[in-house]
């Protein structure tokens, strides 16, 4: 899906964006999330999704700025909308506290990263777990070719001497059908996972077994759902995402972990 050049340029959505804030310094967080009237609903699929803009609504949900609704593109961005679909602010939106500003965008994707990593079965993951009792974890979307997360891998056996236990998902940077992702399936059909795992990263020749029904094509969709744009990419336990490598010091570090 695309935003029509006609309609709004770059340096438009950015003064969009301005005014926005311009409105949240003077505007008080309004009303929690509550359901949309389906007509609404029904005005902004059909608005935005004319042809002469092309953009496909996934779901709306009431914003904390009376007046706009948070409406999720379906592979596009998260966007701000009057009700009636005639204008619409591209960004983010900001609560303006006492104690500075708040991403409330940011914070509602945290949000539903967090609840989409949890709805993802254990059996579907594979997983290192941390020695003796578990303090945190992070989930990471992971390729095995690429030189970041081969690097994060190495130190998965630090982080779970600290009590961190790692998760992985796959996702493939090349796509469906890639030889990464021929890799990742394999490691995901394997009896022994882990094991697999750390092959493919350590860079080590095996035998392809992409077994039906495996999950990562799923997965791949789904760390493009979140916002995965690159490997390795980290969700910590209240759904923060961390782009790239980060040390067992770092990582634990921002755990709280000691």
């Given amino acids: 899906m695309y935003l029509s050049r006609a309609l709004i340029s770059r340096s438009g959505l950015r003064s969009l964006a301005a005014v926005a804030m311009s409105l949240l310094v003077l505007t008080q967080p309004g009303y929690a999330d509550e359901s949309v009237d389906p007509e609404i ?12 803009i092309g953009l496909e609504v996934q779901s709306v949900e009431a914003s904390q700025l009376p ?5 999720n593109i379906v592979s596009g961005p998260t966007i701000y909308s009057t009700a009636e679909g005639d204008y619409f602010i591209v960004g983010d ?7 500075g500003l708040v991403n409330l965008g940011e914070q509602q994707r945290s949000n539903d990263r967090k609840e989409a990593i949890a709805a993802v079965s254990e059996e579907n993951t594979i997983i290192f777990p941390a020695e003796g009792p578990t303090l945190s974890h992070i989930t990471v979307f992971t390729d095995v070719s690429c030189f970041y997360c081969q690097k994060l891998h190495k130190e998965v056996p630090e982080l779970n001497r600290r009590g961190i236990e790692v998760r992985y998902l796959a996702y493939p940077r090349q796509g469906i059908g890639s030889p ?5 399936a394999s490691a995901w059909c394997a009896d ?11 860079r080590e020749e095996l035998k ?16 493009q759902q979140l916002g995965v744009r ?14 790239g490598y980060r040390s ?5 570090a921002l755990l709280g972990v000691q």
């Fill in 230 to 243: 690159g490997t390795p990419a980290i969700i910590t336990p209240d759904g923060e995402m961390i782009p």
């Fill in 180 to 184: 990464g992702f021929r890799q990742l």
């Fill in 248 to 252: 067992a010091d770092d990582l634990a």
């Fill in 41 to 52: 609903v029904k005005q902004l699929r059909l608005r935005l999704g004319a042809p002469q």
């Fill in 93 to 99: 939106l900001y609560n303006v506290g006492v104690t």
């Fill in 208 to 223: 392809e077994n992409v077994c039906p029904g495996n999950p990562i094509a799923e997965q791949f969709a789904l760390g």
């Fill in 192 to 202: 022994d996972r882990q094991a697999t795992l750390t092959a493919f990263k350590n």
């Fill in 67 to 71: 007046g706009l609704y948070r409406v």
